[in-house]
């Protein structure tokens, strides 16, 4: 209310001094300056101290809605909480119940690979066996193997084309 007043007197007194005579004297002006300066300040001063009181305000709301949730929560029984304490164990124990279960299978899958090793293993000496007593079968063995690279080599050679175009059409797009 107060300073709704004082912008009042300040648009009075400047309408007064751009009325009366031209020549007025500068210190009739450097008041009217200064009084227009005070009003300036006292506004941007009870901006910030509106400010202020409206994040004390907000902040106490939200304090006293969190004391609220607090007492509300110590006011429940613990009968409430027990049903999520045991929801909870259950939840853990069907975890467990399931890395368990994930690590069973990676140890068969671990077992199986074994095997597989040592079968290959077991078949490559065996292949180089029988090419040592049979040079043709060493000459198709190798020739076997030659294609084998050769196929792989243009396989990633495709493959390298194809990443190619598509990083250049990602690009351009």
């Keep these: 209310m107060g300073i709704e007043v004082l912008t009042e007197v300040n648009e009075e007194m400047s309408r007064w001094a751009s009325a009366t005579i031209v020549g007025l004297t500068s210190n009739v002006m450097k008041r009217l300056t200064r009084h227009q300066e005070i009003l300036h300040e006292l506004m941007q001063e009870f901006k910030r101290t509106r400010k ?17 949730d607090i007492n509300e929560y110590k006011g429940s029984s613990g009968v409430q909480l027990e049903p999520n304490l045991l929801r909870e164990r259950a939840a853990i124990h069907g975890s ?14 671990r077992g199986v690979l074994t095997d597989q090793r040592s079968a290959f293993g ?23 193997k030659r294609k084998k690279s050769r196929d792989t080599i243009i396989l990633l050679a495709v493959s390298a084309v194809c990443t190619l175009f598509l990083v250049i059409y990602s690009i351009s797009k």
């Design 52 to 68: 202020n009181l409206l994040t004390v305000r907000e902040h106490a709301e939200l304090l006293n809605s969190v004391r609220n």
């Design 96 to 109: 467990v119940t399931h890395i368990d279960e994930v690590t069973g299978k990676a140890e068969i899958l």
């Design 122 to 144: 077991e078949i490559q000496g065996k292949m180089k066996h029988i090419s040592d007593k049979f040079p043709v079968i060493r000459v198709t063995i190798g020739a076997i």
